[in-house]
């Protein structure tokens, strides 16, 4: 069994309790505005071009077997993206790390190998394993497989996933999971969708079902001002109403990410405005007021 995932991050400590592990899966449904890994969205591999650390070498022209890499008679790298094949031979050879290859089919055996490497972190930290993305479960079969196989091992699972997803999904993971990160992006619908492309309808019903089988939920809600900011007095209402729910963390947006939408040649829709301490706070506020615990 084989997945399309874009990498494998040790000694995580933002992505679930203790030191984890996390498995990035490459594809993902929603387009948010201040997404920070445009490089999941596709669920294609894709190549990255960052110009600026080019040497000029020409190694890469000799590597690729699509002619996507040419030099001009006054010699400037042409990348034509269109030619390009994603075989990874260029990104292999280049020395300056100005070509990056996202995205790779594993094998199951060999992820669960690489996981089970970081056993003694897992336990001497009361961590594990997390699958991430992009959306893990839009390769749901694939996702409950290896959390079966983790579970066997005794090691603790999280999903972290945006609830975009069928409720076949969800249903195929949930035995195998022992904490949700979910997403909660905005609670008036056409805000959602200003946001992100999609409707929350899912969303919503997706998490309320988690809650209602038992499964334990930590809630992700991306702080963006001017975009949902002024969402989180209802998120808090409906989360209030959940019984499962362990915490809630704040992620405030920042746009370090602008780079890698240049270098994969992506329209860059982040956001210019910034939050304030001020405005984490009086959120985190408001939450509280909710009687919801807040994950720092
Ligand atoms: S990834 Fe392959 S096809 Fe694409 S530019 Fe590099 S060598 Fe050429
Ligand atoms: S191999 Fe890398 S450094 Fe050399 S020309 Fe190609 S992109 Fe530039």
Not at 135 to 141: K, N, R, S, Y
Not at 274 to 285: G, H, R, S, T, Y
Request: charge should be negative; hydrophobic fraction near 35%; proline fraction near 4%.
């Amino acid at each position: 069994m084989k997945a399309n995932i874009f990498d494998i991050k040790h000694f995580a400590v933002h992505d679930g309790p203790g030191i984890r592990t996390t498995v990035f899966f490459k594809g993902c449904p929603l387009k948010c505005r201040w997404c920070h890994n445009p490089e999941s969205i596709s669920a294609k591999k894709q190549l990255g071009y960052l110009l600026h650390k080019c040497v000029g070498c020409g190694k890469c022209v000799a590597a690729c077997p699509q002619g996507a890499h040419t030099f001009t008679p006054d010699g400037l790298h042409k990348f034509e993206r269109e030619k390009c094949t994603a075989c990874g031979a260029c990104a292999k050879v280049c020395p300056a790390d100005a070509l990056s290859l996202y995205g790779k089919e594993a094998e199951l055996e060999a992820v669960l190998t690489e996981l089970l490497e970081d056993e003694d972190f897992y336990e001497s930290s009361n961590g594990g394993v997390t699958l991430s993305g992009g959306e893990c479960l839009i390769q749901a079969d694939f996702c409950a497989e290896l959390l079966k196989r983790l579970k066997e091992n005794g090691i603790h699972t999280a999903v972290d996933t945006c609830g975009f997803v069928s409720r076949e999904a969800i249903d195929k993971v949930l035995p195998y999971t022992d904490l949700f990160l979910y997403d909660m992006k905005a609670f008036d619908d056409d805000v959602h969708i200003r946001c992100t492309g999609q409707s929350n309808k899912c969303i919503l019903e997706n998490l309320s079902y988690i809650d209602k089988c038992g499964g334990k939920t930590e809630i992700r809600i991306p702080f963006v001002p001017d975009y949902n900011s002024d969402q989180i007095e209802k998120i808090a209402g409906f989360l209030s109403t959940l019984k499962n729910l362990t915490k809630i963390k704040i992620l405030p947006y920042h746009n370090y990410a602008g780079t890698k939408y240049k270098s994969l040649d992506m329209p860059d829709t982040l956001p210019e405005k910034l939050p304030e301490v001020c405005e984490i706070k009086e959120a985190e506020n408001m939450l509280s007021t909710f009687g919801l615990e807040i994950a720092k």
